[in-house]
C-alpha cells in the first residue's frame, strides 16, 4: 500500500504543477482580464485537499472495501464545503474580483476532479486485488 500511495503523491504533485503552470499561462497569454493576483490560491488549495484526500484514503483498511465509498462521500462533501468557504473568504477581502475567482476555481474543481476519480478508481481496483489475494484459492474461482 505504501508505494501505491507514492504514486498517487508523485502523481498528485506533477498533476497540480502542470495544471496550475498551465491554466496560468493560457490565462496570462490568452485571457489576462481573467488573471488574478493571487492566482497561486486555487492550486494550492486543491493540492492540500488532494493530500487530505490521500490520507484519509490510504487509512482504509483493505479488507473493508465498503467503507472506502462512504470516506470517498465523505471527502466530497467536505471538499465543496471548504471550497465554498474559500470562495467566501476570497470574496470578502476583494470582491471586485470575485468573478474571475470563481472561473478559475470552477476549472481547477473540474480538472481536479478528473485527478481525484482516477486515483480514488486505480485505489479501489487495488484494495479488490488484495482482498482476492486474501481469500483462499477455492473461492477466488468463479463459480459457474
Do not use: C
Not at 490565462?27 to 482580464?33: G, Q
Not at 479488507?63 to 470574496?91: E, H, Q, S, T
Request: charged share 20%.
Amino acid at each position: 500500500m505504501k508505494k501505491y500511495i507514492k504514486y498517487f503523491l508523485i502523481l498528485h504533485t506533477a498533476m497540480l504543477f502542470i495544471a496550475g503552470f498551465g491554466v496560468w499561462f493560457i490565462l496570462k497569454r490568452f485571457f489576462p482580464e481573467i488573471l488574478i493576483d493571487y492566482y497561486f490560491v486555487v492550486p494550492v488549495f486543491f493540492y492540500v485537499m488532494g493530500l487530505i484526500f490521500i490520507f484519509f484514503l490510504s487509512r482504509i483498511p483493505v479488507d473493508k472495501p465498503k467503507r472506502i465509498v462512504n470516506i470517498y462521500m465523505l471527502i466530497r462533501v467536505a471538499k465543496v464545503f471548504a471550497g465554498a468557504v474559500a470562495i467566501m473568504i476570497y470574496w470578502f477581502f476583494d470582491k471586485e474580483n470575485i468573478r474571475s475567482f470563481v472561473i478559475i476555481f470552477i476549472v481547477f474543481y473540474l480538472l481536479y476532479l478528473l485527478l481525484e476519480t482516477y486515483i480514488y478508481m486505480r485505489l479501489e481496483m487495488y484494495m479488490k486485488y488484495k482482498g482476492d489475494q486474501q481469500k483462499p484459492p477455492r473461492k477466488r474461482l468463479p463459480h459457474k
